[in-house]
């Protein structure tokens, strides 16, 4: 069945099909970043396809690609009782795709969670701020640049010593 | 004393000073009533956010007119967490998700990691997955029930369903050690086997279970207040709920029939009989309601599984994965070396993504696995019920009165620590 989604999607958008492939019975879709907002319609509203809910909205950082961030969707058809991965790449710069909260609500938090911790902007999103960090916070943790050891941003708050005291 | 001194009628208006005798006339300029929006500052200290949530309430009067969730006092950034650590290593952090329901979540994540992986798990090792899956799931809605009874103010539902809450905590600590973040299932199947003695308290407690529910539904149910309070508030049509990603009871409360259990049987789901039981209204009071009847349906699984419980190993046979048992370990050099090897250097999973989905007490938690090859996650990303419920929450007060906002609240049992991980 997953093989005909694939084959679908391929039919209605020959410009933007990267590739597909399997793995461990869960299918990936790959598309270019452009159109996704056509694409997510297409797979909600096609009636073979029906994929009314998404589960998931993350991003993965590969620091030596050139298409460095890569935004994952997993939807789930409650009807069909399938799931796909639709995956697309993004540059580094300007790290921007358009949000698919048009076509599922769910999108707004989710997108505004991979904003924050990944820094990818998603244009046309009602409300694109922070979710979990503070406004004011430097950087977006989950880059594979970001250390994972030492104070990290709060080096930057006043009140911390920044000498050891002397005795 | 005069407790009959006529009152100024209120204009709303600043008066001028009080010792003004000569009330000021009302012309028909003046308004009468003044409006304003008022904002509300919520949470992050209040009892009834089950944690640290805060909400900005925009109200007009009492009615509110916008609810905006503000997130993060409970953020541990356990994704970034997750990438410096082995595979095994992150079964623990996945009990300080949702503390409430450690075992579910430790399930959601070790099947993500066998999907992976590509193991099965033996068979009692599946039975004994589920009974204690639904233990949890019980467990999850007794805390809930109780919870939401006493924000709304039926205090002694809380007591009730605590009661019986401990019963299976007793039997978790039996079971493996610890009573909230249990840590119990390995990659590969489950730590410890159940034990005669255990398997005897349980069936006594199934036994006295059903009763105990029609206690608590007698108890709220015939409560004007609670019912009040509960029918048709947060209300949420089918159509919203699944585009707002809502899973779970909160879904099934609307209509929809959609169960991880069902739709992709996992465990010994496939292997017993039990039901989906839907609401039709989508408010809070048939959310309840599939919550009672869900722990019904979890006794019904367990009593099932119990039963057809078959004898065998609890954990896999890969030695790539799996630790020899600690025995071994002790009396034996080549299994000391295994055991070493495991728990330093983890395994190597093969390349690839995985998403998998488990039915927790509270939806669908799903568990997304980026691996490249080497014994850490690559990344790591946890689709916590909690926080895509909490989307809805904006769409779900509009238009209710401001006590309605702690049953809003309930209805989705939220547990923070997961929804900021």
């Known amino acids: 069945m997953s093989q005909e989604i694939a084959q679908k999607i391929r039919e209605a958008f020959p410009g933007e099909f990267v590739e597909a492939n399997e793995f461990r019975n869960d ?28 589960s998931d909205v993350f991003s993965v950082d590969y620091p030596g690609r050139a298409e460095r ?16 991965r639709l995956k697309t790449g993004l540059r580094e710069d300007p790290c921007e795709i358009d949000s698919v909260y048009p076509v599922w609500k769910a999108a707004g938090f989710l997108e505004r969670e991979v904003y924050d911790l990944m820094g990818v902007r998603f244009r046309n999103h009602p409300d694109l701020r922070r979710i979990f960090l503070p406004e004011d916070f430097d950087g977006h943790p989950l880059r594979k640049e970001y250390p994972t050891e030492g104070k990290g941003w709060r080096n930057s708050f006043e009140f911390l010593p920044t000498e050891e005291p002397q005795t | ?17 009080l010792h003004d005798t000569e009330p000021r006339p009302i012309t028909e300029d003046l308004p009468l009533r003044r409006s304003e929006d008022l904002l509300l500052n919520m949470g992050p200290q209040h009892p009834a956010t089950h944690g640290v949530l805060r909400v900005v309430l925009e109200l007009e009067g009492e009615k509110i007119i916008k ?52 193991v099965s798990i033996p068979e009692r090792g599946e039975y004994i997955r ?53 840590n119990y299932f390995r990659i590969g199947g489950v730590h410890a086997d159940l034990s005669e003695d255990v398997i005897r308290k349980l069936q006594k407690f199934l036994k006295e279970f ?34 707002f990603g809502l899973t779970g009871p909160v879904l099934r409360g609307s209509g929809v029939n959609y169960d991880v259990r069902k739709a ?119 689709r916590a019920p909690s926080f895509v419920h909490l989307g809805a929450f904006d769409h779900m007060a509009r238009g209710y009165m401001i006590a309605d906002i702690v049953t809003i609240f309930g209805t989705y049992d939220l547990v923070m620590g997961e929804c900021d991980r």
Not at chain 1, 28 to 50: G, M, Q, Y
Not at chain 2, 9 to 15: A, F, I, M
Not at chain 2, 67 to 86: I, S
Not at chain 2, 220 to 230: A, G, K, P
């Open chain 2, 130 to 182: 589920t009974i204690i899956a639904e233990m949890q799931r019980i467990v999850g809605h007794l805390f809930w029930l109780g919870t939401q009874a006493l924000d709304i103010g039926a205090m002694t539902v809380f007591f009730w369903t605590f009661r019986e809450r401990e019963a299976l905590l007793d039997l978790f600590e039996q079971i493996c050690g610890a009573r909230l973040t249990m």
């Open chain 2, 264 to 382: 992709e049987p996992y465990a010994a789901y496939g292997k017993v009989d039990w039901e989906v039981p839907l609401g039709s209204n989508g408010d809070t009071y048939d959310r309840y309601w599939i919550r009672m009847q869900e722990m019904k349906q979890s006794a019904r699984i367990i009593s099932q599984c119990l039963e057809k419980l078959p004898e065998g190993p609890i954990l896999t046979d890969v030695p790539q994965v799996v630790a020899p048992p600690k025995e071994k370990v002790m009396q034996d050099m080549q299994s000391l070396i295994h055991h070493f090897i495991i728990f330093t250097e983890g395994f190597r999973p093969p390349k690839g993504e995985v998403y998998c989905a488990t039915e927790a007490p509270k939806g669908e938690l799903g568990f997304s696995i980026v691996s490249d090859g080497s014994p850490k996650p690559y990344r790591l990303k946890i």
């Open chain 1, 69 to 84: 961030f890569e935004v994952v969707y997993q939807l789930n058809s409650i009807p069909k009782r399938h799931r796909l």
């Open chain 2, 210 to 243: 059903p009763l105990k529910i029609e206690e608590y539904d007698r108890l709220l149910v015939n409560n004007r207040i609670w019912v009040s309070r509960t029918k048709d508030i947060a209300v949420i049509s089918a159509e919203d709920a699944v585009s």
């Open chain 1, 27 to 54: 299918w990936t879709v790959v598309v270019k970043p452009d159109r996704i907002v056509e694409i997510a319609r297409f797979l909600r509203d096609d009636s073979d396809l029906a994929f009314d809910q998404l």
């Open chain 2, 67 to 118: 609810a905006t969730p503000d997130l993060g006092y409970l953020h541990r950034g356990v994704e970034k967490l997750c990438e410096g650590l082995t595979y095994q290593q992150i079964i623990p952090h996945t009990d300080r998700l949702d503390y409430v329901c450690s075992m579910s979540n430790n399930f959601a994540y070790v099947r993500a990691v066998e999907k992976l992986l590509g």
């Open chain 2, 1 to 17: 004393m005069d407790y009959q001194t006529p009152q100024k009628p209120s204009t709303g208006l600043n008066e001028g000073p």
